[in-house]
């Protein structure tokens, strides 16, 4: 049975900036706990070893994904899934206005985050399988860039937008209420894309999850799927310390306006930014080089970051460098994973990859927190540096090793 996929080549493409309206609430989400929640509860005088489970708590079902990723691939239609991640997303932020930000509620707000953010994959991994049906290979970097813009930039619009309204409204629930809106307006993109065939979709279901994992393991046996499996556990351009920036901003006396600002709405206008310029380097040189590049970029920041004096103007320079270099990072990453993927089960294949790589995002809040205990802000960035480039090392490695593998074409579709 072949693959019934829309070619799509004979009908005008939409512009790609719609992938980046249709992921903001995926970023959003993660913002707005981050950043808004995070900074809130240290402001109450919560620890911030309390404080960063519940921000990794966000993180743990983007690692574990790919589980259910089959799930919009082979059920309901891909812009279903979306609209139902996205109504419950928005709850979930306006559930999270109205409960107290208090040491008592910490098990509720974990518990929400969690549910949450449970869903809001869902996001994601429609939103990617569109966009691996409905874009050609060779603006794959280009799209991947509006697709990490929309992430990105959407974190800087939940968590910026979220303080800043929750310092200046007197009821927390309104802030919850205008960024779940948001969320929801966001849902007007999908009128702008065609629905993609559900993958190899059998009668039988378990026949439909046999041809999915068929195409999965063709995938990981080529040269370019084993390579972007194991870059997804190198700790290489995570962009991981932006989670704990606004908790730590006392380090460099700054200011809420200006956590607001820097690492809210105009530190994700910054990794839009990184993202649309790193898709365009993508599709102009090789992917693999290009994200070793990205990652070293980020390293150079947190480095040149732990020997600068720690002011508010130090700390509003290289955060917002840190943004741009998180842009340029992520979409490196998903330039790569799109071209290794090609089409087919899109959303569970990419999310084999997007999940796993959340992994040292995860490790490295744990990591960055630990070391900053030890040793403060430098001793946190110093460590993050030296992780990558160890990253770095490892990938360079692994790559030589594996440089002779017999290349697979991913494009076809698999015939059970």
Known sequence: MKNNLRAGNSEKQAHPIVFMFLMAPFGVMSGYVTVTIGFLLTKAGIPLA????????????????????????????????????????ALGIFLTGIIPLEAESLGLITAVVFFMSLVNTNIAMSTESLLAH????????????????????????????????????????MTGTIIALACLLCSIGLFF?????????????????????????????????????????????????SNLWSSISNDWNASADTVALV???????????????GGWICDKMDRKKAYILFGLTQAAVTIAMAFSPQTEDMFILYTSLYAFSSGLAYVGFSAFVLEAIGKGAAATKYNV????????????IYIDEWSHREWGAF??????????????????????????????????????
Request: glycine share 12%; proline share 5%; aromatic share 10%.
């Open 379 to 416: 001793g946190m960035l110093t460590a993050e540096s030296i992780m990558a480039l160890l990253g770095v090392i490892l990938f360079i490695t692994i790559f030589v090793g594996v440089n002779r593998m017999k290349p697979v074409s991913l494009n076809k579709a698999i015939e059970p």
């Open 134 to 173: 409905d874009t050609p290979d060779h603006l794959k970097g280009r799209a991947g860039g509006w697709l990490q813009a929309g992430n990105l930039g959407g974190f800087g619009l939940g968590g910026g937008a979220g303080l800043w309204l929750a310092e200046r409204l007197s009821d927390p629930w």
């Open 50 to 89: 309390q404080v960063a489970p519940i921000i990794a708590m966000a993180l743990i079902p983007n690692i574990f994904k790919f589980l259910w990723a089959p799930l919009v691939d082979t059920t309901l239609t891909v812009k279903k899934w979306y609209l139902i991640a996205n109504v419950i997303t």
């Open 353 to 364: 990859f997007a999940s796993l790589s959340n992994a040292p995002i995860y490790y490295m």
């Open 263 to 277: 690492i809210g709405v105009g530190g994700g206008l910054l990794s839009a930014i990184g993202c649309l310029l």
């Open 193 to 241: 894309l065609k629905e993609p065939t559900l993958f190899l979709k059998e009668k039988n279901y378990l026949k439909t999850l046999a041809n999915l994992n068929k195409d999965i393991w063709k995938l990981i046996k080529s040269r370019m799927g084993f390579l972007a499996l194991f870059l997804c556990f190198l700790p290489l351009g995570t962009g991981a310390a």
